[in-house]
């Protein structure tokens, strides 16, 4: 299994938008609507940003969003600060009680 | 608030078996999945496997034939077993509820294993 396909790193200033993708394939990220995101910042465990393609857990920001089409699923950061600098992961439910996560991207608050 | 802690040697030597326990406290073990995830150093996650309370377990194809995990409801902790370490194996280890189709809310801080002689 190799890992879903993500931006090395994204960059974006203060009050801008920016946009994740996270590319697998239909039997992964095409085939079911478990798409997960994840931030981590340095040194730190990851938290739960969204979960089933577009749900935000309770406490997080409503400046992040998630959609997917086909095989892509992207994460969306609206409303840029400089504490979202961090790394993104997405992952995705492979059938089977699998799962498989993105190579992460970093992201840049200018 | 469910909290997680992983535990075990922080160095472990090449050939051996690499063995991680998390406990968990806030609530019981006895529903959900439990998942350990890796993560290399400067590198991304991986997920490693994952074990429900039925005792049924479901790995990584890349890492199923290394791979033993197993629970004690007595303790609310699951455990990791990895055989065969390499240098490679080395990475930060994370113990979190959640996996197949479920999402990862509560993650353990994670601990450090190195491999080396």
Not at chain 1, 19 to 40: E, H, L, R
Not at chain 2, 108 to 116: E, I, N, P
Request: hydrophobic share 30%; charged share 10%; proline share 4%.
């Amino acid at each position: 299994q190799s890992a879903l396909t993500q931006p090395a790193s994204v960059s974006g200033s203060p009050g801008q938008s920016i946009t994740i993708s996270c590319t697998g394939t239909s039997s992964d990220v095409g085939g079911y609507n478990y798409v997960s995101w994840y931030q981590q910042h340095p040194g730190k465990a990851p938290k739960l940003m969204i979960y089933e393609v577009s749900y935000r857990p309770s406490g997080v920001s409503n400046r992040f969003s998630g959609s997917k089409s086909g095989n892509t699923a992207s994460l969306t950061i609206s409303g840029l600060q400089a504490e979202d600098e961090a790394d993104y992961y997405c992952s995705s439910y492979t059938g089977s009680n699998t799962l498989l996560f993105g190579g992460g991207t970093k992201l840049t608050v200018l | 608030q469910v909290q997680l802690q992983e535990s075990g040697p922080g160095l472990v030597k090449p050939s051996e078996t690499l063995s991680l326990t998390c406990t968990v406290s806030g609530g019981s073990i006895s529903t959900y999945y439990w998942s350990w995830i890796r993560q290399p150093a400067g590198k991304g996650l991986e997920w490693i496997g994952l074990i429900y309370i039925s005792g049924n377990t479901s790995y990584n194809p890349s890492l199923k034939s290394r791979i033993t995990m197993s629970l004690d409801t007595s303790k609310n902790q699951f455990s990791l077993k990895l055989s065969s370490v390499t240098a490679a194996d080395t990475a930060v280890y994370y113990c979190a509820r959640g996996g197949g189709n479920t999402r990862f809310i509560y993650w353990g801080q994670g601990t450090l294993v190195t491999v080396s002689s």
